[in-house]
Structures are given as structure tokens and as C-alpha cells.
């Protein structure tokens, strides 16, 4: 089933437990990116040194890709705002600047979900809760002057970016971290936040690249950590009864196989959290 990302959402079946999103279109990536850069990216007009920043070469289909994913994410809001737990396949493209791609992001469809819903809904609030290994960094540059999102990043602190932003909330953890140790980080601050900003809606980037064998990651979570983390998180925000969506976020492995199961983490947690929930 195709749902457009314009906002028209048709009445949910109550079997119904995939959607297929349609690809974002250019107004709606314009409300968080340059018509400059859009231009440029979408018809291939990107240099050899914007592409090295990137980490992509140029492609029709990587556009595509990245319109589709932007599209799944805003999907997985909407469809978080009616069932109160969504998780997309994809997403979580955290170090897009409204100008300019950078570390394996084109467009930060995290960004385009939550600018897109706050300004269709005056006084809706987005919590965006970024457990990638990274810093998001272009969220948190995108929305540095917006008090209708609040971005909490948790992040190796001697990793990418060098340069970092300032989130609303940032935790900076040491290399090497396992899994209790970053399980009590989140612990200690993710209830304060739902209490204090009163989230309309959580976005949550579940990435893997924490984990112990992530080539880029420089922390020690396993498989299980992973998914304590995303139990956690997902279980937290639903039992206060302010929706979720979750997105992947980052991984990175040479083996293709073991990063699409460690992705699927996020979905298996976000199952037992539907099932225990009674969602």
C-alpha cells in the first residue's frame, strides 16, 4: 500500500502492518534543505569534493534512495502518530546540512520528518533521541534555534564529526564503553527529557555502529546491548503514551549479511515492545 507523504493519511486497517512510503518530494525536502543543494544533488551537479565528503559517488539510483528513504521516515512518524510505534527499514541520515551532504548522508530525513510535522501541527513538540555512535551533527545544527524540537544525541566523543554541533542535549562517552555502562547513560537522562519537553512525538535513531565489531564505532556494545538499548528506549517512551519511530541509523561491516541482522535488532525489540504493550 502506497501512502503519500503530504500529510493525507487513509484509515488504517487493523492487520495492517507494512506501508510502503512514495518518494519525498522537492517542497517537501525544501523545508529543511537549500534549493541550491537540491538542484545540484538531484540532477547530478555534485563535484568530486562534495562527493568525497559524502563518501558516495553520484548516481540517479543513490537519489532515489535517499528521496524513498526520507519518505519512509516521515511515513513511520505518521504512522507512529496513529498506532503509537512504527520502525522504518531505513533512515537516520544525521550529518545532512541544509547546504551540504557529509559521512554517508544526502539528505537528514530525520530533519525533513520532524520540520515537516511541527510546522503541519502548530505546537507539536519532536524529541529526537539519537543513540548512533555519531554525533548528528546536522540535526542538531538544523534545529539549533527551534524550541519545538529538542535533539539528545549520545555519541563517542573522539569520533566523527571532529568538528560537533551543539544538540540540545549532548553525552559524550568515552571509547571502549560496554553495554551496561551505556545502557545507565541512557538511563540517566531519557526519562528526565520526556518529563521535562512533554514529546508529542519521538523519533529514535537505533543505530548499530556501537557495537563491538562496527568498523567505525570505537565502543563495545554486543548484540544484546543493542537490543536492551532499543527495548529500553522504545518500551520507555510508549508506557508514557507519546508515540515512536524508529529509524536504523548507522552500521558498518564489510559483511553485508551480519550488519542486515544487526539492523534488524531495532525490529525485533520494537516487536516485543508491540506485543507487551498490548499495542
Known sequence: MHIGVNGAFPCLTIMQLVWVPEIASEELLRCVHTQEYLDNFINGRINEQEQRRTGFPWSKGLVRRCRYETGGTLLAAEVALHRGLACSTAGG????????????????????????????????????????????????????????????SVHCGKNFPVRKQQSDLDVSVEDELEDKEYLSTVEAHLPSLLEIFRPDLVLYDAGVDPHWEDELGRLRLTDRGLYRRDLYVMKTVVSRGVPVAAVIGGGYSRDIDKLALRHSIVHRAATQVWRECGM
Open 93 to 152: 541520515t544525521h550529518h545532512a546540512f541544509p547546504s551540504f551532504g557529509s559521512g554517508f548522508c544526502l539528505l537528514n530525513d530525520l530533519a525533513v520528518a520532524a520540520k515537516y510535522l511541527t510546522s503541519s501541527s502548530p505546537g507539536r513538540k519532536v524529541l529526537i533521541v539519537d543513540l548512533d555512535v555519531h554525533q548528528g551533527d546536522g540535526t542538531a545544527f538544523i534545529f539549533k534555534d527551534e524550541p519545538c524540537v529538542f535533539t539528545f
